[in-house]
């Protein structure tokens, strides 16, 4: 029961590979060529297609890594809010959450998240740009 994870400067993990690690297979693209890996930049892995087949909000993980407390994704910036919006909140466990160092990273991605990590007592947002000062003060 893995209970932290620190992908820290992970550069090509992308939504589908978050999605995996937390057990929503079936809301990652599918590559449409079976030797390329998902996990990879686009320009690595090869044309893909998206396949969602449950809600966003409500999808529950058949597997992975759903025991996380504390979860650092600092400079995984390829990392989208419709990614993180997807993967994250079925860590119901999660105390920790470091997703700085991310443009993508905005106050759509916080009202989105925040409401859904109720045992949240840590929140990195360093170096998110697109994150104004009255979001941030909201989530606290």
Avoid at 32 to 47: E, H, I, V, W
Avoid at 59 to 81: D, I, M, Q, S
Avoid at 87 to 111: E, F, M, Q, Y
Wanted: hydrophobic share 40%; charged share 20%; net charge neutral.
């Amino acid at each position: 029961d893995l209970r932290e994870l620190n992908l820290t400067g992970c550069r090509k993990l992308l939504d589908e590979g978050l999605c995996r690690l937390v057990g929503l297979e079936d809301l990652v693209p599918q590559p449409t060529d079976p030797s390329a890996s998902s996990f990879l930049a686009p320009a690595l892995a090869g044309p893909s297609t998206v396949v969602a087949q449950r809600s966003e909000v409500t999808a529950e993980p058949a597997a992975g890594c759903t025991r996380l407390e504390k979860l650092v994704l600092r400079g995984c910036y390829l990392l989208t809010t419709a990614g993180l919006l997807r993967a994250i909140p079925v860590l119901h466990n999660l105390t920790s959450l470091d997703i700085g160092a991310n443009r993508n990273v905005d106050d759509h991605t916080l009202k989105g998240l925040v409401p859904f990590l109720p045992n949240l007592t840590s929140l990195s947002l360093a170096t998110c740009i697109n994150v104004t000062g009255t979001s941030s003060w909201r989530v606290a």
